[in-house]
């Protein structure tokens, strides 16, 4: 969502039943303004905005830099080290199960993805709180 620094490892995996909808996205590219008025307002964290709250938190920590990327880097390494732990596991579970319940593999897949997004937005919120 933004430069890999600000970013967070979120897979999403091919066949799941659908995409976030907080990732959507409206067909016609916002003006200056409206970006600009969207990424300088106060950060919230917003489940059902994920472009907007990843690109606000970019720019927050952008203008502070220096004493906010230590936090980004910690909290990314916590998020990702934990998702790559759970690949695997998660992953030989969803393929067992996909032989018996396709459907239910995919809200397999879907949640963790789901629950990794949420735990992304949280991220952003405790790094930004602990100016």
């Known amino acids: 969502m933004a430069k890999p620094c600000t970013s967070f490892y979120i897979p999403f995996y091919f066949g799941i039943d659908d995409f976030?909808?907080?990732f959507y996205t409206q067909n016609r590219r916002p003006?200056?303004?409206f970006y600009k008025r969207k990424v300088e307002s106060f950060f919230q964290p917003?489940?059902?905005h994920a472009f907007w709250t990843f690109s606000n938190f970019a720019h927050k920590v952008d203008r502070d830099y220096e004493t906010t990327i230590a936090r980004v880097k910690a909290e990314a390494r916590l998020l990702e080290t934990g998702a790559l732990t759970l690949q695997k596991p998660l992953e030989e579970v969803a393929l067992k199960l996909y032989h018996k319940d396709k459907a239910l593999a995919?809200?397999?897949l879907a949640n963790y993805?789901?629950?990794l997004y949420l735990a992304a937005l949280e991220?952003?919120?405790r790094i930004l709180s602990q100016k």
Do not use: E, F, H
């Open 106 to 108: 995919m809200q397999l």
């Open 113 to 115: 993805s789901k629950g």
């Open 46 to 48: 917003a489940p059902n």
């Open 123 to 125: 991220a952003t919120d």
């Open 31 to 33: 003006s200056q303004t």
């Open 20 to 22: 976030p909808r907080a």
